[in-house]
């Protein structure tokens, strides 16, 4: 992936293949390690956690077009590696969290 183009978006132009059952599916293991790695990634990436998450759907029974989404989302964090939440560690920093379902 080093010689590979960076590119601008998370996610590839066309999603209507990604749900395509038919095709056969391509190498399961790596793609479950890569989502893995992302999904660890999204912690301090949160730019990237809804196309993560969406990809996540397909680790049953992934496809070559899914393995190009993830290399995609690869080239897109090639353009910019130190964008992200990052926090220094002898910082005293508290997180707090509120979600409201209604």
């Known amino acids: 992936m080093l010689n590979n183009k960076p590119c601008q978006t998370p996610l590839i132009r066309n999603t209507k293949v990604l749900f395509d059952t038919i095709k056969t599916t391509y190498n399961t293991n790596y793609y479950r390690r890569l989502i893995g790695k992302f ?20 680790v049953q029974g992934p496809t070559i077009h899914h393995h190009q989404a993830a290399q ?8 910019d590696q130190g ?20």
Request: proline content about 2%; aromatic content about 18%; cysteine-free.
């Open 39 to 58: 999904l660890y990634l999204t912690d301090s990436r949160p730019d990237i956690s809804f196309f993560v998450h969406f990809l996540s759907q397909f």
């Open 72 to 79: 995609h989302i690869l080239r897109y964090i090639k353009v």
């Open 83 to 102: 964008r992200g939440l990052f926090f220094h560690v002898e910082t005293d920093i508290q997180i707090n969290g509120l979600s409201d379902f209604d």
